[in-house]
């Protein structure tokens, strides 16, 4: 999951258009650090004898729970802000998520490969982005 998003990260430019470019830049930094080891722990997975059938329960459970620390935490800070209840902030976020430039957009492709039977993470080549963001760093 963390690779599917740091493909999205790396892959679009204009992703934090609007973030401060120190928070920027730390994102695409833990996405190339996602991507970089994103077939490690799936590898050791196969070799000590991992089924298919936990692998993707796994992946669902880690959905499930992603998705709730992440609403967690943001019912926590609008809470603390005053804002839970405002439906501006709700649909700023889902425009944010799954608008036209939504961070999510695109990514159901990416997330849905995951439970193929002949799956492996580097399927989804994209060294492309890790060099370009290396050569950025220089």
Not at 12 to 18: M, P
Request: proline letters at 2%; one cysteine or more; aromatic letters at 14%.
């Amino acid at each position: 999951m963390t690779a599917v998003m740091a493909e999205k990260v790396l892959g679009e430019a204009d992703i934090f258009a609007v973030a401060q470019p120190a928070m920027a830049e730390l994102w695409r930094w833990h996405a190339a650090e996602e991507m970089e080891h994103k077939a490690v722990a799936f590898d050791v997975y196969r070799a000590i004898g991992g089924t298919e059938k936990m692998r993707r329960a796994a992946m669902r459970r880690s959905t499930f729970f992603l998705i709730w620390d992440i609403l967690h935490g943001v019912r926590h800070m609008l809470k603390c802000d005053g804002k839970l209840w405002s439906p501006k902030v709700w649909f700023s976020g889902l425009a944010f998520l799954f608008g036209k430039r939504g961070v999510l957009r695109g990514t159901l492709k990416l997330y849905r490969d995951f439970f193929r039977k002949d799956f492996h993470p580097w399927q989804h080549d994209n060294q492309q982005l890790l060099k370009r963001w290396s050569l950025q760093q220089q």
